[in-house]
Structure formats: C-alpha cells, structure tokens
C-alpha cells in the first residue's frame, strides 16, 4: 500500500508539472489566458500594437455513444441551430 501511495503522489507531481510547462510554453503562446482578467491585457498589448484578437471559447463534453442508426436519424431530423448573435 505504501509503495501505491507513493506512485500516486508521483504521477500527481507529473501531471503538475506537464500543466505547468504546457501553459508556460504551448499555451502561453497561443491562448492569451483561462479568464477575462488574464486575457484582457494581452488583448489591450496586441490593440496597441495593431494586431487584432480572435476570441474564442472551447469546452468539451462527454456525450454517450449512440447506435449508428440512431445518431443518423438525429442528424436529420435536428434542425440546424440559429447563429447566436
């Protein structure tokens, strides 16, 4: 049992880190940041600079999985969504 605690703890302060590094170097480049407080400077510093922002929201969800059939006759019979405006 102490050795399992141990390799969780491990793979806690993997994970950690792996986060801490993408958002130093991947994210950092190409996201501005995870809340308005962090991205509205970065947006101001590019306006200033006369660059222009795309914003953009991402999220997933897990949808279940549904029988081929199934998922075929929800795409045909779901009108597609009105553009939020």
Not at 30 to 41: D, I, N, R
Not at 54 to 76: F, G, M, R, T, V
């Amino acid at each position: 049992m102490h050795s399992l605690r141990g390799i969780y703890f491990f793979i806690l302060l993997l994970l950690g880190f792996t986060k801490w590094f993408l958002k130093k170097s991947f994210f950092g480049h190409f996201c501005a940041g995870e809340t308005a407080e962090e991205l509205l400077p970065v947006v101001d510093k590019l306006r200033n600079n006369g660059i222009g922002s795309i914003l953009d929201y991402a999220a997933e969800s897990d949808i279940p999985q549904a029988k081929p059939q199934q998922q075929q006759q929800q795409q045909h019979s779901t009108p597609p969504q009105a553009a939020a405006g």
